[in-house]
């Protein structure tokens, strides 16, 4: 297995950390009658919880477009320095903005999601 997809599989681990932190905050704060009921409107928590429940679904956004161009590098057979390095920004880059997000700082979080889609971009350029 590629590094890119070696570090698509860790992607997917480390949004699955998120959510399980995500549900545990929420766990603090809401009744479990509300996390199991039917919600019209999703419960958002407070402090670092909903901060804990952004980053999560912002992990899952980012998720789908890093995971479209390592699948179409992998099938176009094309893994090369500048793939990886892509693949090792975007991962490294998406932990530190979870650790950041719900540490709750504002700016650093902004850049470093930036530096996090620079890793998308860089690999999606080996595509085209």
Avoid: H
């Amino acid at each position: 297995m590629t590094t890119e997809l070696t570090l698509l599989a860790w992607s997917v681990a480390l949004l699955i950390v998120q959510m399980f932190i995500a549900i545990v905050g929420a766990m603090t704060q809401f009744s479990m009658a509300t996390l199991v009921g039917n919600r019209e409107v999703p419960v958002e928590g407070k402090a670092w919880v909903g901060r804990a429940q952004r980053a999560y679904r912002n992990m899952l956004e980012g998720l789908l477009p890093f995971a479209a161009v390592v699948l179409a590098a992998a099938a176009a057979g094309i893994s090369n320095p500048a793939t990886v390095l892509g693949a090792q920004v975007f991962f490294f880059a998406r932990v530190a903005y979870a650790v950041i997000y719900v540490a709750g700082i504002p700016w650093l979080r902004t850049v470093v999601w930036t530096v996090g889609l620079v890793g998308i971009l860089q690999i999606l350029f080996q595509l085209l």
